[in-house]
């Protein structure tokens, strides 16, 4: 049975010590909202129940969000016994369970039906972040990439969908050639499976796309809407994407389309947009790329008209210095961009007097200084030299690019940047 939106997956911060009863067979449960879940009830821990679905999937799901007849059955099963247990002393209490490297606690959801082209059913897959309450509607972004896509995509995407609370949906049969024919029954397909199944604001959907499928974005845009923001990943915008927000563009530094991508870039994306360059060619992004243009492109929203909307601007910046905090020590550049990108978000007391103790660590840290500086001479880079290329061949202008780039590794000797500047002249 597919499971509705508020069964979402919880990975648990505590470990439940005492008694441990038997599993409760498969059966039916009910949520307080009314829809229903085939499970076995493996065990209690703390206020959460483990299930195994009948697909044979782990479900995590808090207790409260049960009918309250349910939560009597899974508390007499699983809680007889722990009455009059003596108390393990605090000393001895075990160590909360940390989530691990990819584990989030969203919910997955597959084969969302979004219509029908002649005999092909299409589907959507979608990842729902676990700040998405039952009956919340948030923003969506929308990712087309021409190559084969399935429920296993959405993981590059987690992170940044957590953290801003955005939900991530793709289409699993979006292809060139059925964009070609199809485009506006899959985009209309799309937008309808959003609208009934997802808990989506198809009001506020942002678009993101790899390479060549920034053209298939484009184009179910006629029946989307225009998107509030644009991620791409080695896809150059042409002439006719016009009236575009605000992007974060990354594309190789070695990449053959940089003269383009630049171009492009500068002319067509709104003015606050960030372009940055990267090492891998044309190659696709990171998990932590595509969170790092999610974060930004939320920063833009919840600084701006995501201002008015101070739940979902709280929660935001909650999980945004949450995140920084995470990555202080092991990432500290990465975390220190978005402190400086964050400045004009509006905060309340404790998280200004958070964001500020942060920006005060990280701000002692030359190298985070210089990477920060790194933004701004790449942008200098793309703008003022690369675009002016006649060609990736043009050799007049890789020489002024070489020299440029030269004097950028000296004063960015140390950071993240150095590995981008020796990708040069390694043409993909």
Known sequence: MRLERFFVAFFLVVVCQGFSAEPIAEREWTSD????????????????VIFNSSDGRQIDVPLARLVEADQAILREHFMQGEEGQDAKPEEENVEPVKKGKGEFPGEVRENIKAGELGALQTYLAAYIPSSVKADAKRPAFCYVDMRKSSAETL???KAGSEVTGWLVVLSTEMSGGLLEEFVDPLAEGWLAAMKNELPVDVERLYGGAYSSGLKGLMQIREILGDYDGVLTVNGSFSKEDTGLPVCYGLVGLSAKIRVNFTKYFEKQAERDSLM??????RGDASPDDYEDGMIFLAIQYYSDDGARKPEELIGFVDRLLERIQAVSDSDPERAYMWIKQSEELKKNDAQQAKWESLQTKLGQTESCKAYYTGFELFEDLGFKVIAEAESTVDEKANKKIEKELARMKEELEGTKWIPVIESYGKED
């Open 276 to 281: 940055r360059f990267t090492a891998d060619g």
């Open 33 to 48: 909202a009314g829809t229903k879940l085939t499970a076995s009830a493996m065990e209690l821990r703390g206020d959460t």
């Open 155 to 157: 993981d590059k995407f």
